[in-house]
């Protein structure tokens, strides 16, 4: 739910191509932005992504379902650096096969989008509940909005011609044969997705759940070995 296993040739060429100029634009910002950063952090951004690698490239269970760790970056980096560690880990692995190397620039989106949205969470419900629940809850917020990113990336590939493919070739001979036979296409398309998601729910509401246990458990393992990678106010570490 954080990342699109799809190879290269199957998304238009239009949708990879603004999801790389997006990502880049992101990453330049970023980085100028955190230049200065102490070098503590920037060893943690390298430590923490390598545990994100390692973490997406092992298949857990027969669907091929992994961890991301993505929230847990967002919740101890900031959605910033976190966001820098989802394109360095989505590179690595669109070179080893895990997903093509022009949809890069998306899964960086899709991941990065995860974490910022987690980190965010996170602040605002540590300062209210203990940290196991704050970083479990921020947790399953980054999915669900890495998930809503991620549908509508597949939704919008389903939708777009595409004369490459049989899908979208379908598609396009509508659009070709006038607006009512286009719209049915379009709505054709829409229910296959809408079947789609209904049908993976129970997996996706299995993988949020072991990712929210995964990320509240090391918050509160670090909240008593090392609180000072948290940042949050002793009243609020689990004890």
């Given at each position: 739910?954080?990342?699109?296993h799809?190879?290269?040739?199957?998304?238009?060429?239009?949708?990879?191509?603004?999801?790389?100029?997006?990502?880049?634009?992101?990453?330049?910002?970023?980085?100028?932005?955190?230049?200065?950063?102490?070098?503590?952090?920037?060893?943690?951004?390298?430590?923490?992504?390598?545990?994100?690698?390692?973490?997406?490239?092992?298949?857990?269970?027969?669907?091929?379902?992994?961890?991301?760790?993505?929230?847990?970056?967002?919740?101890?980096?900031?959605?910033?650096?976190?966001?820098?560690?989802?394109?360095?880990?989505?590179?690595?692995?669109?070179?080893?096969?895990?997903?093509?190397?022009?949809?890069?620039?998306?899964n960086?989106?899709?991941?990065?989008?995860?974490?910022?949205?987690?980190?965010?969470?996170?602040?605002?419900?540590?300062?209210?509940?203990?940290?196991?629940?704050?970083?479990?809850?921020?947790?399953?917020?980054?999915?669900?909005?890495?998930?809503?990113l991620?549908?509508?990336?597949?939704?919008?590939?389903?939708l777009?011609?595409?004369?490459?493919?049989?899908?979208?070739?379908?598609?396009?001979?509508?659009?070709?044969?006038?607006?009512?036979?286009?719209?049915?296409?379009?709505?054709?398309?829409?229910?296959?997705?809408?079947?789609?998601?209904?049908?993976?729910?129970?997996?996706?509401?299995?993988?949020?759940?072991?990712?929210?246990?995964?990320?509240g458990?090391?918050?509160?393992?670090?909240?008593?070995?090392?609180?000072?990678?948290l940042?949050?106010?002793?009243?609020?570490?689990?004890?």
């Open positions: 739910m954080t990342h699109l799809i190879p290269d040739g199957v998304l238009p060429w239009w949708l990879w191509a603004s999801g790389l100029a997006a990502a880049a634009l992101l990453l330049a910002l970023i980085s100028r932005r955190h230049r200065h950063d102490r070098r503590d952090r920037l060893a943690l951004l390298g430590a923490f992504s390598a545990l994100m690698l390692a973490a997406m490239a092992l298949p857990l269970g027969p669907l091929g379902y992994h961890l991301s760790l993505a929230p847990l970056l967002g919740i101890l980096l900031g959605g910033g650096l976190a966001f820098v560690g989802a394109c360095v880990v989505n590179v690595i692995l669109a070179l080893f096969g895990h997903g093509g190397i022009t949809v890069v620039g998306l960086a989106l899709v991941t990065g989008a995860s974490a910022a949205l987690a980190g965010a969470a996170y602040r605002i419900l540590a300062r209210r509940a203990r940290l196991f629940t704050a970083a479990s809850l921020a947790t399953v917020v980054g999915l669900c909005g890495a998930l809503v991620w549908l509508a990336v597949v939704g919008v590939a389903g777009a011609p595409n004369p490459g493919h049989e899908g979208h070739e379908h598609l396009a001979g509508a659009v070709a044969q006038g607006a009512d036979a286009a719209a049915a296409a379009a709505g054709e398309a829409r229910t296959r997705l809408a079947r789609f998601a209904l049908l993976s729910l129970p997996f996706w509401l299995a993988g949020m759940a072991a990712e929210a246990l995964v990320c458990g090391v918050v509160s393992f670090l909240s008593k070995v090392s609180p000072a990678l940042g949050t106010p002793p009243a609020r570490r689990d004890s």
